[in-house]
């Protein structure tokens, strides 16, 4: 099983990315797929999840902002993260799980990818 996220970089303040993460050796369609990210000396947390069937959920702090979206044709998952402030710096990864509930914490993820250092400047 392999996840590979891209599309990180750096970015001005109230600019926007858009992360993409790739699955291979699994079946995609059965997995819930979240977004997580993991500032310097804080844990990783979780800023969306989609499910099975494209319900999603997001966290307080990007809601309005950020947009998390699958294409089981393609394996991927997105997130098109607008508006960004330097808060949202952070190294994001993106995780797969057989728990099919959009808003389920880290702990029930069971493949994880690489990560992307997303940089926001102000």
């Known amino acids: 099983v392999q996840l590979q996220a891209s599309g990180g970089g750096l970015v001005q303040a109230e600019g926007s990315l858009r992360l993409s993460c790739v699955a291979s050796?699994?079946?995609?369609?059965?997995?819930?797929m979240g977004w997580f990210r993991q500032a310097p000396g804080k844990q990783r947390e979780l800023v969306a999840g989609?499910?099975?069937?494209?319900?999603?959920h997001y966290a307080d702090s990007v809601k309005g902002r950020f947009t998390i979206s699958r294409d089981n044709a393609k394996s991927t998952v997105y997130l098109q993260m607008n508006s960004l402030i330097p808060e949202d710096t952070a190294v994001y990864y993106c995780g797969g799980s057989l728990w099919n509930i959009a808003s389920q914490p880290r702990e029930r993820y069971d493949e994880w990818g690489q990560g992307t250092l997303v940089t926001v400047s102000s």
């Open positions: 050796g699994l079946t995609f369609s059965h997995y819930t």
């Open positions: 989609i499910d099975r069937e494209s319900m999603t």
